[in-house]
């Protein structure tokens, strides 16, 4: 099925151990995001990209990094994973600015 | 500081009834407005949307209104289905932001529609 694909679905750290989440789409879609969602907030920004090639930061950023792959492939990366990063990750895309966005099913993510 | 409030975290009613779902913002600039329903270990779904031009959008049993001089807008859902039982989450967004691919989201509101 066409849509947004985020592995793994569930994964525990270590506080200090990296992890990089992956995610693809296959709509062809321009745009993509990452956003954490912690229990009482909404869906957070961590970071997007516009276009292929290109990356800016959200509203939070710390302690992230993302890469660009392809069109296709948005990755996230946390390089020395901290308690406060426990959390539910999501990816989604949207083929132009200001269109709804398709999200993929999300990540847990514990860090002990 | 939120942004985007939903101030009513959970809401029940009654199946065939209507349920009105919530929110404000803050920021003037917002000029873009989605609805999204989440379902347990699943992301969000686009529901309906709304610019700031218009005060109504429908969408068969989805309605939005956006109320622009109070900062508010509401999603009517009418008749209520046992299926629409999910957290709802409004978002908002600025053309100056980047254009607008900063979309801020509320908190969401848990629906229950009981049978």
């Known amino acids: 099925n066409a849509g947004v694909t985020q592995t793994p679905k569930f994964q525990v750290l270590k506080t200090g151990q990296s992890m990089t989440l992956q995610c693809a789409q296959d709509m062809n879609h321009n745009s993509m995001y990452w956003y954490r969602q912690d229990p009482g907030m909404g869906l957070r920004l961590i970071y997007y990209?516009?276009?292929?090639?290109?990356?800016d930061k959200g509203e939070v950023p710390n302690g992230y990094n993302v890469s660009r792959l392809n069109k296709r492939e948005f990755s996230l990366r946390l390089e020395s994973a901290a308690p406060s990063q426990t959390s539910v990750y999501f990816c989604?895309?949207?083929?132009?600015?200001?269109?709804?966005?398709?999200f993929g099913d999300g990540t847990r993510l514990s860090i002990l | 500081d939120q942004q985007v409030k939903q101030n009513s975290p959970s809401l029940s009613v009654q199946e065939g009834r209507i349920s009105i779902l919530n929110c404000d913002y803050t920021?003037?600039?917002?000029?873009?407005f989605l609805w999204y329903k989440k379902y347990p270990a699943e992301g969000p779904t686009f529901l309906i949307s709304?610019?700031?031009?218009?005060d109504k959008n429908e969408d068969g049993r989805f309605t939005v209104f956006l109320n622009k001089s109070a900062k508010h807008l509401s999603l009517h859902i009418v008749p209520s289905q046992p299926g629409d039982s999910a957290v709802y989450f409004c978002a908002a967004s600025a053309m100056g932001d980047n254009y607008g691919q900063n979309f801020v989201f509320g908190p969401g509101t848990r629906l229950s529609v009981l049978p």
């Open positions: 990209s516009a276009s292929e090639g290109t990356t």
């Open positions: 920021n003037s600039m917002f000029d873009y």
């Open positions: 709304i610019s700031s031009i218009k």
């Open positions: 989604a895309s949207t083929v132009r600015v200001r269109s709804s966005q398709h």
